[in-house]
């Protein structure tokens, strides 16, 4: 085939399609690149920067830059990962994320990346910013103070449900998501079927009534380092 | 027999619920053996209330919510070797730093005046001067000074509490596994 050829992660040679991502790359091949607004169902959107690598050089966002032949990847590097640490660390303090009361907690993939990194405290001071709570949906509530801006729930709801009840308002600290046409989420438009109440990486998306489901020990991330699934997809394939 | 002094570890809770030294309670069987291995100085623990004499490690639970806290988290710092920040209430503030998002005046009348359940006659936020000064709102324990090591969790288990005083008393960094980083 003429359209493939091979890319290089980490040194490891893995095979590549004209028009992938190296993000659906590595996928493929079973290599974990941590990400927080990518979501294998939405549409790319580049803009929380966790995914950053080193491609030949140059750091770019793993799901949105193309591959190209013979490109030289850097993922699980001391640079690219120190990079992480610190947007992880930097979306723990622009929110309030009081994990021990959060419902999200050991299923909430901001935490699990914070884990991955073996990130126990931040050194950036925590802004502390005061955030509505909009519990104003029967079945749904939107936590602001543990939004991540990620926009996948923009995305889900207007590609996937076609509804476009969450937009982005506002810029720079004052960026938030907003519930479109109405001030608040009782929207008469959203369901809790949609895939705009499910995407949420964090807990600021929640579907009441549900309280802490899980028992510790027994949640997503308690055992499992996020990505764990990705790559043991690729030990599948190995044997 | 050669006397070696066996090393000496502090304790504080600081703005905390004392569930983390619950959990240092909760090394169970351990707990006897480090007892074998170290002194407790200035601690609940024993109800030593001044340093006496210089500690190895001082563990923070909590972080700083009045004034007494900073003066006695600055005491920690002087008197102990290495400062190891143990649970989320001193590593970031944890629950009590959710007042951080609210003027402190509001809390206060919250609290005393206006709250649904309060029977305060007197109708006033107390203020003796025996009562520590409350701080504008709740500091971490490295936003006051150094902390050499975090513990996460609320609390941390015990197991991260034991492998972090067995690393630092061998002169060893702390370096915990997946398992033990936990925020929760
Ligand atoms: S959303 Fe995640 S990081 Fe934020 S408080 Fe909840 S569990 Fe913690
Ligand atoms: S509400 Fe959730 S999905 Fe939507 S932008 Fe915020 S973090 Fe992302
Ligand atoms: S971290 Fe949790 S257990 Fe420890 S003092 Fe704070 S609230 Fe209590």
Redesign the interface.
């Known amino acids: 085939m003429t359209d493939s050829f091979t890319i290089r992660v980490d040194g490891r040679v893995i095979e590549a399609r004209q028009g992938q991502t190296i993000m659906e790359a590595t996928e493929q091949a079973g290599i974990y690149i941590p990400r927080l607004c990518d979501h294998p169902d939405l549409r790319a959107h580049g803009s929380c920067r966790i995914c950053t690598v080193l491609a030949n050089g140059r750091s770019v966002a793993a799901c949105t830059q193309p591959v190209e032949r013979d490109m030289e990847v850097k993922n699980r590097h001391p640079r690219v990962e120190a990079w992480r640490r610190q947007l992880i660390a930097m979306l ?1 303090v622009e929110g ?1 994320h ?5 419902e999200k ?2 299923n909430c993939e901001l ?1 699990a990346l ?3 990194h ?6 950036h ?2 802004l ?4 509505a709570v909009d519990g104003s949906h029967p079945d749904i509530l939107l936590e602001h ?1 543990r939004c991540v801006l990620c926009g996948r729930c923009v995305r889900a709801s207007r590609d996937v449900d076609g509804k476009q009840v969450f937009q982005f308002a506002g810029r720079g600290l004052n960026r938030h998501i907003t519930v479109n046409t109405e001030a608040q989420l009782d929207h008469p438009g959203l369901d809790l079927k949609d895939k705009a109440v499910s995407v949420c990486p964090v807990g600021a998306i929640l579907k009441k009534h549900k309280h802490y489901g899980v028992p ?1 020990g027994e949640r997503k991330f ?2 499992d ?1 996020i990505g764990s699934d990705v790559e043991s997809h690729d030990q599948d394939k190995v044997t | 027999m050669p006397h070696t002094k066996k090393p000496r570890v502090a304790t504080v809770s600081l703005a905390g619920c004392f569930g983390c030294h619950m959990s240092l309670l909760d090394l169970d069987e351990r707990f006897l053996q480090l007892s074998d291995i170290v002194e407790f100085g200035r601690s609940p623990i024993n109800d030593l209330r001044r340093f006496n004499e210089r500690c190895r490690v001082g563990l923070i639970e909590g972080g700083c919510c009045n004034e007494e806290n900073v003066q006695t988290l600055v005491e920690f710092r002087e008197s102990c070797d290495l400062l190891i920040a143990v649970g989320e209430c001193a590593i970031m503030g944890g629950i009590p730093a959710m007042r951080n998002t609210l003027p402190l005046a509001d809390c206060l009348e919250e609290a005393y005046l206006d709250g649904r359940s309060v029977y305060n006659p007197s109708g006033r936020i107390p203020d003796d001067p025996e009562l520590p000064l409350l701080l504008d709102r709740v500091y971490c324990a490295h936003d006051v000074v150094k902390i050499d090591y975090h513990l996460p969790g609320c609390p941390p288990q015990a197991d991260t509490i034991w492998q972090a005083l067995v690393a630092v008393l061998s002169d060893n960094p702390v370096n915990l596994p997946y398992e033990l980083v936990k925020y929760d």
Do not use: E, K
């Not at chain 1, 009081?98 to 959060?102: A, E, L, R, T």
């Not at chain 1, 073996?118 to 050194?123: D, E, H």
């Open positions: 723990f309030n009081f994990c021990p009361c959060c907690s050991g935490q914070g884990y991955l073996g990130m126990t405290a931040t050194q001071p925590h502390f910013p005061r955030r103070n510790v308690d055992h380092p």
